[in-house]
Every structure is written in C-alpha cells, then in structure tokens.
C-alpha cells in the first residue's frame, strides 16, 4: 500500500485517509470524525469585510474557520482613492477608515468650507474676507488589510481652500487654513516612496497623540520618510496672519 492521503477532520466537518495500493490501484477510505463543536476561548478574531461593511469575526481554536461576525462601529471601508478620499473629507464620528487591499494615490488631509469652523481674525485684504478655516480631526484610525498601499498623505494646512481664488502675486488662497490632529493612527500601511514622506506636518498644523503602528515605507530608490516634521521659525502671510510653525507631542513610531 502506498502513503495514505490525508484529508483533515474540522470541527464540524469529517475529514478523510485514503490509501491506495501500489500494484492495483484499488483505494480503501477511512472516515476521520470531525471534532465537534467549535472553540472560541482563545479568543482568536479577525477583521473581515461584508457586503461592504466592518466586521470582527471569531476564529476556531482547534481549525481555524471563522464564527460568528460582530459589525465594527463607526468603521468606513474604502477600496480606491475617491472613496478614501471622501472618507477623510467627511470624518465627523467615523473612528475607522479601514483600506481594503489595493493601490491609492496621495491623500490629503484637508479642511472644508462646510466642515470647517471659520474664525474671523479681522479685517480684509485682496478681495478676501479675513477668514481662518479651522479643521479638527479627532479619535481616527487608518487601518491597512494585507495588500492596502499608499502614496502618502499631504497636511494641506495654510494655503487650501477649495475652489477658493488665489491671490494673483502671492499664490496664497484667499482664507489662512489650520489643520489639528488629535489621537490619529496609521496601521499596517504600507507606502510606495512615491512621496519623500508618508506624512509630513509644517506650518499651522497641531498634534497631540499620533501614532505609526506597523507601517512600511518602500523607500529602495530614496531616503523616503513615515513622518517628517518642519521646525521653521513662524512667518507671516499675504494677510498678515502669523504663521505657526508645526507644534506636535505624543508622537509615536
């Protein structure tokens, strides 16, 4: 008799041995019991996508097949770069942007005329109408499945207002932006080396708690950063506004 094939048992499913005879070829069949019922005390999850949506699911102790699926709260799923980028624009309580696996391009993190609070600082120049658009984003998580690449992300603080006119001399848009990062993560983000930094923060841009947790930077070609942070000396605008430098704490790679 030949070596036998073997065909695992699951827990609820039976698996099988066959062994063949080298002379004839004839095949004798053994049933082998499944295990029984499923285990979860190890309390063994995994992320998975539905339909779209967020979910945890519990993972067998014994044989490793997925059980019962619990909905993730306050998750957005993206699978391109319109939909991540929607995702960042429109973040109020998403507390989850998870990236299926896939390739996106540079993303901005960026403030809104309907998102932003707007803070007069007084007075008008150029047309404009003195105003400091304001963007906080708080309490968010950026998550990668295996196979989730990226560009990179742009802080688009100082200059961008969307669809605002642009001084004709000093390229400055009409409205001073300031961007706040409070308790963000980026996780198991794997980053193409297409920008020089996966994240860079200059000035106007606030932070207090941000995290890199697992991510790569495929930098073969350059000395490619995750993070990279300015310390220019504060300047003043085409407004007059006076021009923060980066102010940051709690970070960690």
Not at 58 to 66: A, L, P, S, V, W
Not at 71 to 80: H, L, S, W
Not at 196 to 203: G, K, M
């Amino acid at each position: 008799m030949g070596e036998p094939v073997v065909v695992d048992a699951t827990c609820t499913t039976d698996g099988s041995r066959t062994t063949a005879c080298k002379i004839c070829g004839y095949k004798v069949v053994e049933t082998i019991p499944a295990n029984g019922t499923h285990v979860y005390d190890g309390g063994k999850t995994e992320l998975v996508v539905d339909n779209g949506a967020l979910y945890t699911q519990k993972i067998c102790d014994n044989c490793g097949e997925g059980g019962e699926k619990t909905a993730v709260e306050n998750a957005k799923v993206v699978t391109n770069t319109a939909e991540a980028q929607a995702a960042l624009d429109a973040h109020d309580s998403t507390t989850l942007i998870y990236f299926a696996a896939g390739n996106y391009e540079t993303l901005y993190i960026r403030t809104d005329d309907n998102l932003s609070t707007k803070l007069p600082y007084g007075g008008t120049w150029a047309g404009g109408d003195g105003t400091l658009l304001y963007r906080e984003i708080e309490n968010l998580t950026l998550l990668g499945a295996d196979g989730a690449i990226l560009d990179g992300f742009k802080v688009e603080a100082l200059t961008y207002t969307p669809g605002g006119n642009v001084h004709s001399t000093s390229q400055i848009d009409y409205m001073i932006a300031a961007i706040s990062l409070k308790n963000v993560t980026f996780k198991n983000l794997e980053f193409t080396g297409a920008l020089e930094n996966a994240l860079s923060l200059t000035n106007n841009v606030a932070v207090d708690g941000l995290v890199f947790d697992g991510c790569t930077m495929n930098d073969a070609d350059k000395d490619s950063r995750l993070l990279y942070v300015a310390v220019n000396k504060s300047d003043v605008s085409a407004s007059g506004e006076v021009v923060m430098p980066a102010a940051c704490k709690n970070i960690t790679i």
